[in-house]
């Protein structure tokens, strides 16, 4: 029988951050990540820019598109 994982409160609380962001990536929504230092915002941006080539790579190779990512301290909003 499978071993229970069991998740802290922040792996919660950071596995539905991430829920939402693929959310709005579906959706095509503007998201921003707020959090501060050490938080994963690098990795949550890492996991969106992979999820967007993934899914609509060729696509926007084919159509000339690009995404843009600003960040700003440690604010990290993509378009």
């Known amino acids: 029988m499978p071993e229970a ?3 802290n ?12 962001m ?6 095509r929504r503007n998201f921003r990540l707020e959090a501060g230092a050490g938080a994963g915002k690098t990795y949550s941006l890492v996991k969106a820019l992979q999820r967007i080539i993934d899914n609509d ?3 926007l190779i084919r159509r000339h598109q690009k ?11 993509v378009f």
């Open 5 to 7: 994982v069991i998740l």
């Open 67 to 77: 995404v843009a990512c600003i960040t700003v301290g440690y604010h990290v909003i």
């Open 57 to 59: 790579g060729t696509e």
């Open 22 to 27: 693929f959310q709005c990536i579906q959706e």
């Open 9 to 20: 409160p922040a792996e919660v609380a950071a596995q539905k951050a991430l829920e939402q």
